[in-house]
């Protein structure tokens, strides 16, 4: 049994001392950080949190301010999608497809981002995206395509079609001529006519009417026209066509040869009164007879 070594007062107080510079070391090691330097980004700016505009109206400038240090860096961001507006945002003409959620985000260095929302709600009549008048050429047996996408606050309900140039009538789907495909709880509400296989006879003008539940409308018209000049001939018609070009070329050929033999046979008697004297040069004879004697 080795005898137990008797520790003094000396002993346990080295032992203390270094057990606290110890700690302290590992603090420091282990990350323990300071606060950065500054003052985090705060948006002082104050707006609604939704705002109201009726269709086509302009939204002034709805400018971000912030305070921090460093100055913060403002930019928007629309919600749902990967857009980056500059600061201040604004619409000179509000449409549908500038409702939604906007968020200023304030940035500086070392701090997180500091964000502020707001909606853009907009009111009005049913609006048919792209242009008011369209035309479509199509020719024989090809699928044509009419759609219109309606956008609307209150919502669009219905979406009907109609076809003729005077009094127009409704379309009717269902036959060989026309399909209809609708989608109206879509968002934005769809409806797509569609020509099956095109002819002269359905050449006409198409108008889509979109419809609200408060009986706003708009109009979209397609002029559809019939393309003779992509048409394919084929059957009767091409063999009759066929026939009519193969005769032509024959009696092209055959008025060719006429007329080659017709110009020979005038040069023909010239040539004989050569042959046989009668337009001989009698000064040429007489000088060969001088030169002889």
Not at 1 to 30: A, D, E, K, Q, Y
Not at 114 to 134: F, H, M, R, S, Y
Not at 137 to 152: K, P, Q, Y
């Amino acid at each position: 049994m080795m005898p137990r070594t008797r520790r003094g007062p000396g002993v346990r107080v080295s032992l203390f001392l270094i057990s606290l510079v110890g700690s302290t070391l590992f603090t420091g090691v282990n990350g323990q950080t300071t606060s950065p330097a500054g003052d985090p980004p705060r948006i002082t700016s104050t707006w609604d949190s939704v705002i109201q505009l009726t269709y086509g109206e302009r939204l002034p400038p709805l400018d971000c301010q912030a305070e921090g240090s460093p100055t913060p860096a403002i930019s928007w961001r629309r919600e749902g999608t990967s857009q980056v507006l500059d600061n201040p945002i604004s619409f000179p003409y509000a449409s549908y497809t500038q409702e939604g959620t906007y968020t200023c985000v304030a940035t500086s260095l070392d701090f997180p981002p500091a964000t502020k929302n707001v909606t853009i709600d907009v009111e009005g009549p049913p609006d048919i995206d792209g242009p008011e008048n369209v035309t479509v050429r199509a020719s024989s047996g090809e699928e044509v395509r009419l759609e219109c996408t309606a956008r609307g606050d209150p919502k669009v309900v219905e979406i009907e079609w109609f076809v003729g140039r005077g009094r127009a009538q409704p379309v009717r789907p269902g036959g060989e001529e026309y399909t209809m495909e609708k989608h109206l709880s879509a968002s934005p509400p769809k409806s797509v006519l569609v020509i099956n296989k095109m002819k002269d006879t359905l050449a006409n003008k198409y108008t889509c009417w979109a419809l609200n539940a408060s009986g706003q409308k708009d109009i979209k018209h397609f002029d559809v026209q019939f393309s003779r000049s992509e048409s394919r001939i084929g059957g009767k018609e091409g063999a009759i066509a066929g026939g009519v070009l193969g005769a032509l070329l024959i009696m092209t050929v055959i008025a060719v040869v006429v007329f080659y033999l017709w110009k020979r046979k005038q040069k023909q008697p010239q040539n004989m009164a050569d042959k046989d004297g009668s337009n001989y040069d009698f000064h040429e004879l007489e000088a060969e007879l001088e030169a002889q004697d």
